[in-house]
C-alpha cells in the first residue's frame, strides 16, 4: 500500500466550476498537509500549508484535513484557465521533515 | 530573492556514465532537500541536508549516488555509474523555518535521461 493515495485523474471542468481534489493517507503519525501546484517544466510550488485537522481558506482556494479519516482535500472556486496544472498533495511528520507525495493530478480548466 | 536553482537542466548519457546534478539553494537556507520522480510515479524523496550534515539520506536508493553540500551552500548529487533506472526528474528543494512554517522551496529540476 502506497504512503499517500491521489488519483491521477486527468480532471477536465470549464471555467468557473469547482475543481475538488483529495488525497488519502496510512501514516497516522503525519502533522503538517501541504498541497503543490506544478506547472509544465517547473518545480511544485506551495499553495497551502496546514497543520493537524481543519480548514484553511486563501482567496479561491480551500484546504481541508481530516486526521480521523486520513482524508485532505483541496478545493479550487471559479476556477480559471490559469488554473490549469497539476495538483500535488505531501505531508510530513515534522516542519522539517521530508515530504511524502501522493502522484498528482492533472487539471485542465477549459475557457 | 532568488529561488532555488538547478544544473543541468537536462542531461542525456549513456549507461555506465557518471553524471553530476547541481542544486542552489535560497541564501540563507539551511534545509536542502534532494528528490526524484521517476516515469508515472510519485515524486520521492532521497536526502535530507542540514547545514552540511546529512541529516536523513534514508531514500538514497543504493551505493551509485553520492551527495555532498560542502561549506552548507550548495549541494551535489553524483550517480555513478549510471543505470537506465535512474531516469527521471531529480528536484532540490530548500528551506528555512520561519514563524513555526517550513516551506520547502523547490527547483525547476534536472531531467535525466539513461540511454
Known amino acids: 500500500q502506497k504512503e499517500v493515495e491521489q488519483d491521477p485523474g486527468p480532471l477536465s471542468v470549464p471555467e468557473g466550476a469547482i475543481v475538488s481534489l483529495n488525497c488519502t493517507y496510512s501514516n497516522s503519525a503525519f502533522q503538517y498537509f501541504m498541497w503543490y501546484r506544478q506547472y509544465s517544466r517547473k518545480g511544485p510550488e506551495l499553495l497551502m500549508y496546514t497543520y493537524s485537522s481543519g480548514n484553511k481558506e486563501d482567496g479561491r482556494f480551500t484546504a481541508q484535513v481530516d486526521k480521523s479519516s486520513k482524508y485532505i482535500s483541496l478545493f479550487i472556486r471559479d476556477s480559471q484557465p490559469s488554473d490549469s496544472a497539476t495538483y500535488l498533495c505531501?505531508?510530513?511528520?515534522?516542519?522539517?521533515?521530508?515530504?511524502?507525495f501522493g502522484a498528482g493530478t492533472t487539471v485542465t480548466v477549459r475557457a | 530573492e532568488a529561488g532555488v536553482t538547478q544544473f543541468p537542466s537536462h542531461s542525456v548519457i549513456e549507461k555506465g556514465q557518471t553524471v553530476t546534478l547541481r542544486c542552489d539553494p535560497i541564501s540563507g537556507h539551511d534545509n536542502l532537500y534532494w528528490y526524484r520522480r521517476v516515469m508515472g510515479k510519485e515524486i520521492k524523496f532521497l536526502l535530507h541536508f542540514v547545514k552540511e550534515s546529512k541529516q536523513d539520506e534514508s531514500g538514497m536508493p543504493n551505493n551509485r549516488f553520492l551527495a555532498e553540500r560542502t561549506g552548507g551552500t550548495y549541494s551535489t548529487l553524483k550517480v555513478q555509474p549510471a543505470e537506465l533506472e535512474d531516469s527521471g526528474v531529480y528536484f532540490c528543494?530548500?528551506?528555512?523555518?520561519?514563524?513555526?512554517?517550513?516551506?520547502?522551496?523547490f527547483g525547476p529540476g534536472t531531467r535525466l535521461t539513461v540511454l
Open positions: 505531501a505531508m510530513s511528520l515534522g516542519g522539517d521533515y521530508k515530504l511524502s
Open positions: 528543494a530548500s528551506s528555512q523555518e520561519l514563524a513555526g512554517v517550513n516551506e520547502q522551496f
